[in-house]
């Protein structure tokens, strides 16, 4: 089965600190996402990722930038964090061919984050 | 652009009644339909998806989901639920062959009481 890890479930971070957010995949897929959750909005994509230092902005990438140095890692950032952004972060990737393919997503387990 | 509205944000049922979760899109090419379910402190995953074919999708854990092409809808069901189907379902769409942005509902909390 596809793994899709985010190390950390739980943060605690404090306003203006800069934050990462680390997912990393064993499969070799090409394409990353990361995803938003809040209740009531469902999943907003922040970025997206089909290769190795290819990003491109989703649909609320204010206040956020992204990191894709090795194909397993890609990682989100938060410069200088701020009490909106707590939320639920969700790391997401598809096999190589493609969602639009229709080949699954597979998502991690969540990262909690609260700002304060 | 693709959009997904999920008629319920909150559906409260029995233990063993049947319970449907409504999902419509909008679009002008063809897509692919996915319903995710999330269970508490979890990821999501699949339930099932819809690519062709028959329009009558099963999936995991008894349910099944009827693609209407006419209705734009993708309608998710289980005849009989379990206390342990409590979790949020999410529909989302995809355009075939199109860019990898799966859009998604905003939810609906499914929450079975004994």
């Known amino acids: 089965d596809v793994k899709v890890t985010q190390s950390s479930r739980y943060l605690v971070k404090r306003t203006g600190e800069k934050v990462f957010l680390e997912c990393v995949q064993d499969?070799?897929?090409?394409?990353m996402f990361w995803y938003r959750q809040d209740p009531g909005l469902g999943l907003r994509l922040i970025y997206f990722s089909y290769d190795v230092k290819m990003k491109e902005k989703g649909d609320i990438p204010e206040g956020y930038s992204v990191s894709r140095e090795k194909k397993e890692r890609f990682s989100l950032i938060l410069e200088s964090a701020s009490t909106n952004q707590t939320s639920m972060y969700l790391c997401?990737?598809?096999?190589?061919?493609?969602?639009?393919?229709?080949?699954?997503?597979?998502f991690g387990e969540g990262s909690w984050l609260t700002v304060v | 652009a693709q959009s997904v509205t999920q008629l319920d944000s909150q559906v409260p049922v029995f233990e063993e009644a049947p319970v449907e979760l409504r999902c419509n899109y909008s679009s002008s090419v063809s897509v692919y339909l996915f319903w995710y379910v999330q269970y508490p402190n979890q990821g999501l995953q699949l339930l099932l998806k819809?690519?062709?074919?028959?329009?009558l999708v099963k999936g995991i854990n008894g349910f099944e989901a009827e693609f209407n092409k006419s209705q734009t809808s993708f309608h998710l069901r289980k005849p009989s639920v379990h206390i342990s189907d409590t979790a949020e379902y999410f529909c989302?769409?995809?355009?075939?062959?199109?860019?990898?942005?799966?859009?998604f509902g905003k939810g609906t909390k499914l929450t079975v009481n004994p």
């Open positions: 819809y690519l062709s074919g028959s329009t």
């Open positions: 499969m070799d897929h090409e394409n």
């Open positions: 989302a769409v995809i355009t075939q062959g199109g860019s990898e942005k799966l859009v």
């Open positions: 997401a990737s598809p096999p190589t061919r493609g969602a639009s393919s229709g080949n699954t997503i597979y």
